[in-house]
């Protein structure tokens, strides 16, 4: 039965779309290139517990211009003033960008033959606006059409 519903999970994404599966922008947690390293910025980021998190230019929430990866901050010191730009510019992860319409069978193929993460920015075709983000997580859980439980 199982089996099953997994067979279907994974011939339904090619009608399925990313918008559907999508985690919406107001709902993403990210960070201003700008922030501060710091200690308080560094408990924040462990207590939301994401692996990735988008990093957004000053001003505009929708204007993602990186992607942070918790791992990268094991060698960051606290004390040394470091930004999230200068992070960002030593560990330089690029992130795919693909359209809300895109189905989760394109997605699928983007993220296991793309070198750019598992984390996309999605975003509205009629006027190029970011609308949220998707993970390949996002698409496994289509296919098993349940929540995957989290460590
Ligand atoms: P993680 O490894 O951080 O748990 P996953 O890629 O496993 O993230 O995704 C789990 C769920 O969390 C997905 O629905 C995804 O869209 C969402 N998600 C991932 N990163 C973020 C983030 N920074 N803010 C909000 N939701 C996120």
Same mark, same amino acid.
């Given at each position: ?92 992860? #690029?992130? #795919? ?55």
């Amino acid at each position: 039965k199982d089996e099953l519903k997994i067979a279907v999970g994974a011939i339904n994404l090619k009608r399925r779309i990313v918008v559907d599966s999508m985690t919406k922008i107001e709902e993403v947690f990210m960070l201003p290139e700008t922030a501060m390293l710091n200690q308080t910025a560094i408990a924040n980021i462990a207590r939301a517990g994401y692996t990735r998190i988008p990093v957004f230019r000053q001003g505009d929430q929708r204007d993602i211009c990186d992607v942070l990866i918790t791992k990268d901050l094991a060698l960051i010191d606290p004390d040394d003033n470091y930004t999230v730009r200068m992070l960002c510019n030593i560990y330089k992860h #690029p992130i #795919p960008r693909m359209s809300g319409q895109t189905t989760l069978f394109s997605a699928l193929q983007t993220f296991r033959t793309g070198d750019d993460g598992h984390l996309a920015v999605v975003y509205r075709e009629s006027d190029n606006e970011t609308i949220g983000i998707i993970t390949l997580e996002d698409v496994v859980e289509e296919i098993l059409q349940e929540e995957i439980k989290d460590e």
